[in-house]
């Protein structure tokens, strides 16, 4: 398997432009997040999807700030309108959590993230 | 706070010596995982303890679990220059799906 895919792997774009962010997660993984990390804040989850479905979305900034998982292999983060404390790098990770939740297979797989810069 | 704060902040050492990160937490976790970065890369899972483990092992890496101090500390033995990275300590609290990461040790590992 290839991994977890992320595109683009960087991007510089303006203030008020749209950005989207998108993410292909491994083959039969049923869970999937979005992180963002900054020097200041550290890592932080913005959602989390389950079987394509959100399920916490508390870490979303604001309203600028929406996610899509239309099947298991495709999810996108878009930010309308950017702003430049929005730059960070992006991470999207899958995992395949047992509905049992015993602690195993719980590890999570990051993509190579997405470097935003917003001017 | 469920965040995990991994100690010390940054590290340097030689290669061939020992390196001990350590991480603390808040409430009861299910489990506690420890991820590698490098840098400009995504985070690696390295290793998972469960609640009611106290130690395990992965080729140089130990990792121990104080559930009574909510504490844990990844051991990495007879370090090598590629071993230079970011460690993170995440902690799966109980009751929720989702992982929570700290801040980060930084390790620098010199030749």
């Known amino acids: 398997d290839a991994g977890v895919i992320q595109s683009p792997r960087h991007e510089v774009t303006e203030m008020g432009q749209e950005v989207t962010l998108r993410c292909k997660p491994i083959s039969g993984h049923n869970s999937l997040f979005w992180y963002r990390q900054t020097m200041m804040r550290g890592l932080e989850l913005l959602i989390y999807f389950n079987n394509n479905v959100p399920i916490d979305d508390s870490g979303m900034p604001e309203d600028r700030f929406s996610a899509k998982m239309p099947n298991a292999s495709f999810s996108t983060l878009k930010i309308q309108p950017s702003e430049p404390r929005d730059s960070a790098v992006y991470f999207c990770?899958?995992?395949?959590?047992?509905?049992?939740?015993?602690?195993?297979?719980?590890?999570?797989?990051f993509g190579p993230g997405t470097r935003l810069t917003v001017t | 706070s469920q965040q995990g704060e991994e100690d010390p902040q940054a590290l340097s050492i030689q290669e061939g010596e020992n390196a001990t990160m350590n991480c603390s937490y808040k409430t009861s976790i299910n489990n506690l995982q420890w991820y590698r970065q490098n840098s400009g890369r995504g985070l690696v899972h390295l290793i998972l303890i469960r609640s009611n483990e106290r130690e395990k092992h992965s080729g140089r890496l130990r990792v121990t679990l104080d559930t009574s101090k909510k504490s844990s500390s990844l051991l990495i033995t007879a370090s090598r220059a590629a071993d230079t990275a970011s460690y993170f300590c995440a902690t799966r609290a109980s009751g929720y799906s989702t992982l929570t990461f700290g801040k980060g040790t930084m390790l620098l590992v010199s030749p």
């Open positions: 990770a899958s995992s395949f959590m047992s509905r049992v939740m015993t602690g195993t297979g719980d590890e999570q797989y």
